[in-house]
């Protein structure tokens, strides 16, 4: 323990007639070095429990060329959805119209009511058929294709969103030339209505 | 009788053995840390609410930066299993006829994160190991005419035959998706289908799905 200590002096060293030493406290204060060490320590404390990603698993399906092969999928319990340029998402149930009259638009903050809504959607339609409870989405499937100026954030958030509203089955496919029309096209129209 | 004088006290504590105690834990904390491996790529990986954690075990990482550069790195556990590296390097070597020397080979081994075209890639190699971080790669290309990442990853598939490797995709979020779908591509062109994609946690939104599994009981989350 550092500790410096003028005393008064034991006396019997120095002579008399000596002038005894003027008494100056050394003793520092510690208290601030304290406040910084422990400081530093909570910085350290929070730096080093965030500094662990995690990871998502993700799981692709094979590349099955033989259209009779290919997973059928339920028109009634699809919704597609599609991820343009600066952060827009654009979504259909089912198939695609010819007029595109079923292709909306939202942006990320909505997509989780969308998601919610056609899976209550589908879960009313399973009831009815009379599935079993713990399957009655069982039809929903989810087609995730993102546009070539979509980034990579686009894609993980909706990935993301798939587990948070524990979707069981989605699948990320390639934009057909359809579906990049109707987006042009959108994007046309709402730049000139800007 | 005047009253017992009572001894004057100090009530000024020292302060000394509190800020010994106080920087013993911090040398603690600031030995226990990792270091995180300085890269030549400044990734910043989007968030997500998975709940697996990243894994210590062998893996080849598959990085892509902002601007669509692809780099691959493979991190062995065991000092062991650096012949496992010399052996792909050695496989990628004949099958694209790069024409890399033992010399280089071994480089590889040392600093196993490589991101350059089949054709910069000796020039890359030929240069001192602790050099390479601060050479400027151009990104191993994965464009569907020219995807050189597929041949990478039949070198790696093949020599990790029997030593199981996870495959990490780190991703950068402002990083387009044909980057991402060339990577996705050269994998699937290998047979392989399942990876593990980086990133940052990320808290549950309350009201939802996960939420209320995630409340009810985590036995029966199916993520791992």
Do not use: C
Not at chain 2, 55 to 84: C, H, P, R, W
Not at chain 2, 197 to 216: K, N
């Amino acid at each position: 323990m550092a500790s410096i200590d003028t005393g008064g002096g034991d006396s019997g060293h120095k002579g008399r007639g000596v002038k005894k030493a003027k008494k100056l406290s050394t003793r520092i204060d510690m208290t601030p070095m304290v406040d910084l060490g422990f400081l530093l320590i909570t910085f350290f404390i929070f730096t080093a429990t965030m500094s662990t990603p995690n990871t998502m698993r993700l799981i692709m399906p094979k590349d099955e060329k033989d259209p009779e092969k290919q997973t059928e999928v339920k028109q009634s319990g699809a919704l597609t959805i599609l991820m343009g340029r600066n952060n827009e998402i654009y979504y259909y149930e089912g198939q695609m119209e010819a007029d595109g009259s079923n292709f909306k638009s939202t942006t990320y903050k909505e997509l989780r009511e969308v998601i919610q809504k056609k899976r209550k959607d589908v879960m009313q339609l399973g009831r009815s058929l009379g599935y079993h409870k713990d399957s009655l989405d069982r039809d929903m499937v989810v087609v995730i294709k993102p546009n070539s100026d979509a980034t990579y954030k686009n894609t993980v958030d909706v990935l993301d969103e798939m587990t948070i509203n524990n979707i069981q089955r989605f699948a990320l496919v390639d934009i057909t030339d359809q579906e990049k029309q109707a987006i042009a096209l959108t994007e046309q129209s709402g730049a000139k209505a800007q | 009788m005047p009253s017992v004088k009572m001894p004057k006290k100090s009530t000024d504590t020292d302060m000394t053995p509190f800020v010994d105690v106080a920087f013993l834990i911090l040398t603690f904390f600031i030995l226990a840390t990792k270091f995180k491996p300085p890269e030549p790529v400044s990734i910043t990986t989007p968030k997500s609410v998975s709940s697996s954690k990243l894994s210590e075990k062998d893996a080849v990482m598959i990085q892509f930066d902002s601007t669509g550069k692809v780099y691959l790195s493979v991190n062995l556990t065991k000092k062991e299993d650096d012949e496992l590296k010399k052996d792909m390097i050695k496989r990628l070597n004949d099958q694209s006829k790069l024409g890399l020397t033992e010399d280089q080979m071994n480089k590889f081994v040392i600093n196993s994160m490589v991101g350059s075209p089949f054709s910069q890639l000796k020039g890359l190699m030929s240069r001192p190991v602790n050099e390479w971080e601060k050479v400027p790669q151009q990104g191993i290309p994965v464009d569907s005419a020219n995807n050189e990442l597929t041949r990478w990853m039949n070198a790696a598939t093949q020599t990790f035959q029997g030593h199981p490797i996870d495959i990490m995709i780190k991703g950068d979020n402002n990083a387009k998706f044909p980057q991402f779908k060339g990577v996705i591509d050269a994998l699937r062109a290998n047979d392989i289908f399942k990876y593990k994609l980086i990133t940052d946690p990320r808290g549950v939104p309350p009201g939802t799905e996960l939420y209320r599994i995630r409340e009810s009981g985590a036995n029966n989350e199916t993520d791992d």
